[in-house]
């Protein structure tokens, strides 16, 4: 990580082995499991680079927060009561990074791997971190070229996302349908920091034929009353950290 975060332009992995004087095969081992964990990730062809989550890390770090002691035990909350899988996720760039879930005790459930992103554009996750961006911010990535498709039912028309913003902003939550995967369904939340701003996005995904409309309504609510408790949370723990090193 140290030799990657010096380098800029990226390495190949027969590069980090030369420089490290490690095996290739150890090498490219140990950049599949930084990989997939979103530590490091590939920039075009075989270059490795630093992935999302040590943006994350950093973030985390800026705002003296440890996310594990509040985030990790909203999550299997959540898990306990929808029964399907919790998810917290942050803004990297135009994207959206999961850092964190509670997996689903389903035989059939819907997961993914932490580090997995995707455009603001596709899912619930997405809509609601683009929606709570300030305006300036929206219209910059609304003005972009096309919009990447993830499935057929990836929303890629500008002026259906924007209305579709627009019923998120208005009900404070976001419901996708097959956006990202085929026959996945996520319902997702804004967690809000100081001035409103996106500090994270907690969603809960599942079998779209397990989360129907009525059960996404208590999906959403559930989920809305973890995110007010949960920004509540970190907001403490950020002011009590500032008033500690004031005393120092």
Request: glycine letters at 6%.
């Amino acid at each position: 990580m140290d030799l990657l975060a010096r380098c800029s332009r990226g390495m190949k992995a027969p590069e980090v082995a030369a420089a490290l004087s490690l095996p290739r095969s150890t090498v490219v081992r140990l950049l599949g499991v930084l990989k997939s964990h979103d530590v490091v990730r590939r920039d075009g062809g075989a270059v490795f680079v630093l992935g999302a989550r040590l943006l994350w890390w950093e973030t985390c770090s800026r705002k003296e927060i440890d996310p594990s002691k509040a985030i990790r035990p909203c999550l299997e909350r959540i898990r306990e009561l929808t029964s399907e899988t919790a998810h917290f996720s942050v803004l990297v760039g135009d994207r959206t990074v999961v850092v964190e879930q509670a997996m689903s005790l389903h035989v059939t459930s819907s997961r993914q791997h932490l580090g997995t992103s995707a455009p603001l554009n596709a899912g619930a996750s997405g809509r609601v971190a683009l929606s709570y961006l300030s305006d300036k911010e929206r219209r910059r990535f609304l003005s972009r070229g096309d919009l990447e498709r993830l499935t057929l039912r990836t929303i890629t028309d500008k002026r259906k996302l924007e209305r579709e913003l627009k019923v998120c902003r208005d009900r404070g939550f976001a419901v996708s349908k097959g956006e990202r995967v085929p026959n996945t369904t996520s319902v997702a939340v804004p967690v809000l920091g100081r001035d409103n701003e996106i500090f994270g996005v907690l969603s809960v995904i599942g079998p779209s034929d397990r989360l129907n409309k009525n059960r996404c309504k208590f999906v959403s609510g559930v989920l809305l009353k973890e995110a007010k408790n949960l920004s509540q949370t970190l907001e403490t723990a950020r002011r009590n950290s500032g008033d500690l090193q004031e005393n120092l």
